[in-house]
């Protein structure tokens, strides 16, 4: 399999930074779709209780987080992926009744669900509540096939670069010839923790090139953007709670390209970034 390259493709729009096309007709239907959100930060707290790390108030999530995640259910249902990606935290306070409630929406979708906790669903330092509401779910640190497309989890990536490293390597050891390799990133730490993946850790970027590993997908509670470390794409998710407000990154596996969508309207033409093989 080539090396998978971020590119605009050859079509334009004035409303966007990066190209929106369309495919052609050899290339219509994508191998696999892919629903990717982050930071659900649901919570049964009262508004005036809700505080951030810092303390500042953030009592909004007590109406945009239920609000989004219906919003995101009833995305899900008109977009039908093969698999639904939930970057964490899922959770604001990390409690027993913040877990049962954001559980909730879980039921309600109709794909293959994979969770990784984010540092506010580790209740005193634990992720016991965590397990205990999202275990069927859970794929931290794990493997995953969704048609042919190969899906690594890495929640330790940025406090571990090198155990992270080791363990993807043995992993990507027993998968043979994906259509493409997607990483998905987090830490395991404080969300606002400074990295300790950098250009030394040579390992992981011999990596990246040996295996063909395609884009990296982060969690942020804010903006999503996209960029480069690297070699490697990098598209951040925002919180479908805090700035994505419902909103979904839509990931279309094609056999030359990977397409992905930020899609908060199923009716409304998409936000479209292409990464296409040269």
């Keep these: 399999m080539n090396r998978w390259q971020l590119r605009p493709l050859l079509c334009a729009s004035l409303l966007v930074v990066i190209g929106v096309c369309q495919h052609s007709a050899a290339a219509d239907q994508p191998i696999a779709t892919i629903a990717v959100l982050s930071n659900p930060y649901i919570t049964t707290l009262p508004a005036d209780q809700i505080v951030d790390e810092r303390g500042t108030p953030r009592g909004f999530l007590a109406q945009t987080g239920p609000d989004s995640m219906r919003k995101t259910v009833a995305l899900l249902k008109q977009i039908k992926p093969d698999a639904v990606v939930i970057l964490g935290s899922q959770t604001w306070s990390g ?136 070699t490697l794409p990098i598209w951040t998710v925002g919180s479908t709670a805090w700035s994505a407000r419902g909103a979904v990154s839509v990931v279309r596996v094609f056999s030359e390209t990977i397409e992905i969508a930020e899609v908060n309207d199923y009716t409304q033409p998409p936000f479209r970034s292409a990464f296409q093989i040269q």
């Design 95 to 230: 409690s027993q009744a913040d877990f049962a409630a954001a559980a909730e929406y879980l039921v309600e979708i109709d794909a293959p669900i994979y969770t990784t906790p984010g540092h506010l669903d580790r209740s005193g330092g634990s992720l016991e509540l965590y397990l205990q509401h999202f275990g069927p779910y859970d794929a931290s640190q794990s493997s995953k096939l969704v048609k042919g497309v190969q899906l690594l989890f890495a929640d330790d990536l940025h406090l571990t670069p090198d155990t992270a490293t080791t363990r993807i390597k043995q992993q990507l050891a027993k998968i043979e010839k994906p259509q493409a390799v997607l990483l998905f990133g987090g830490k395991a730490g404080n969300e606002f923790s400074r990295s300790k993946l950098t250009a030394k850790h040579a390992a992981f970027w011999s990596m990246i090139e040996t295996h063909k590993i395609a884009l990296r997908f982060e969690p942020t509670r804010y903006s999503h953007q996209v960029g480069y470390e690297e």
